[in-house]
């Protein structure tokens, strides 16, 4: 006989503010909370909705409530209350001495779920400067201390590792933490120099999180990204290299997924992650169209896209998941998004019309040339090859004649080595 491990029990409370009507209706934003407590592995004992005039400096909510849930969570046997708001350490401390349980707040909980899918050393990085960011300001009283965490949710990361750090080594490691994020930006700001100066162009994925853009990924490039019904399955950022017709080729990337409310402390620990949707040429806004709420998401996405000053960036709508779904109800979603794509990545659906409508856009600022290539400078021909898309080559006795649609950035090299550059038009 085997005695299975038990599972923690939650209380979720969400707390709305009268005079601040939520964007979602309550029972979606509490369906949404209950799902991200839930890929933390841990059971949900019970759902408390409080509505209130305005917020506690102390409590957050009021004493009577706070006493209220005290009572409740001794009953259900919570080991822990889980806010889907963001408490200042005053208020997390003061509360949690009333309902003798764990408390943690949206914030904790988003960075439990990151601390489990970060594997790279960068996304490591990032998740422990957010943490960092974090417990610092609760170092401080008798409410939730470092020497006090144990085992399950909200305590993953860097809290298990320096129990008895004081305040001083903390931010010693921030800084370090700040100055390496701040190395992994300059490379990956090389890089990007260095395929402008290439004419690679490149675009990246953006999605509310689930909505599948590492099942895409994997499906335009062949890659081995991980891929899971879980929330916040990619944090690392992944880049892949799609070769089109003829050599024209991109960079695509895959970026950690958006949610509604997402805390800022998050958004600027992702910094390094989040610029390589600031330096895209275009973004692939994934949605899932199975969710009956996806307009809803595709405002949240937005909101975050507005937060990163990123609004005005050129975007390719993709409902995903179209398997998903009935033919009458695809069809009407079309008619409200005729610009957009409709694709099932995990079936292959449409992904070639995808790519003609990305190779579309690649392409408004390339034109085609008809080239003459002496022999002598046959290097420029290679050159053509890994730069440019090549449609069709001819040789007579005296040179080759290139037909290709070249980008703008490349003719200056082109107009120095070759004599004659004619541009043609089909």
């Not at 004419?199 to 853009?213: D, E, H, R, W």
Request: hydrophobic share 40%; proline share 3%.
């Amino acid at each position: 006989m085997y005695e299975t491990q038990k599972k923690e029990q939650a209380l979720l409370v969400l707390v709305f503010l009268d005079k601040e009507p939520g964007v979602w209706p309550v029972e979606e934003q509490a369906r949404e909370f209950e799902n991200l407590v839930l890929s933390t592995g841990i059971e949900v004992a019970h759902i408390e909705v409080v509505k209130r005039k305005e917020i506690s400096a102390g409590l957050y909510i009021g004493k009577g409530k706070a006493q209220e849930l005290a009572q409740m969570a001794k009953e259900l046997d919570a080991d822990v209350v889980i806010f889907d708001n963001n408490l200042t350490s005053t208020q997390q401390r003061n509360l949690e001495d009333i309902l003798g349980a764990k408390t943690i707040d949206r914030t904790q909980l988003i960075l439990d779920i990151f601390s489990s899918n970060a594997h790279t050393k960068e996304g490591e990085l990032q998740v422990e400067l957010a943490q960092l960011d974090y417990f610092l300001p609760r170092l401080k009283g008798k409410g939730i201390t470092l020497s006090r965490l144990g085992g399950g949710i909200g305590t993953r990361g860097p809290g298990e590792k320096k129990l008895e750090v004081d305040r001083r080594r903390i931010g010693d490691r921030i800084v370090k933490l700040k100055k390496d994020l701040k190395d992994v930006r300059g490379h990956r700001d090389t890089q990007r120099k260095k395929r402008h100066k290439e004419g690679i162009s490149a675009c990246s994925l953006v999605g509310y999180t689930n909505a599948g853009k590492s099942t895409l990924l994997n499906a335009l490039t062949d890659a081995n990204q991980k891929t899971s019904n879980s929330l916040f399955t990619t944090l690392d950022p992944i880049s892949r290299i799609i070769v089109l017709s003829n050599h024209l080729k991109f960079i695509i990337s895959d970026t950690v997924g958006f949610i509604y409310k997402l805390p800022p402390d998050l958004i600027e620990a992702f910094k390094a992650t989040l610029e390589e949707l600031r330096y895209a040429d275009i973004l692939l806004h994934i949605i899932d169209i199975s969710n009956k709420n996806y307009k809803r998401l595709i405002l949240a996405v937005d909101s975050v896209l507005k937060e990163l000053n990123l609004g005005d960036k050129p975007v390719i709508m993709i409902f995903n998941k179209i398997d998903r779904i009935a033919p009458v109800e695809l069809d009407r979603v079309k008619l409200q998004y005729p610009e957009a794509e409709f694709i099932s990545a995990l079936k292959g659906v449409n992904l070639d019309i995808l790519k003609e409508k990305i190779q579309h856009f690649f392409t408004l600022d390339s034109r085609q040339f008809l080239l003459k290539i002496p022999f002598n400078a046959m290097d420029v021909l290679d050159y053509l090859y890994k730069k440019t898309e090549v449609f069709k080559v001819e040789y007579t006795v005296q040179e080759a004649k290139v037909w290709a649609r070249i980008k703008c950035i490349h003719m200056p090299y082109l107009e120095k080595r070759l004599k004659y550059i004619k541009e043609i038009w089909y």
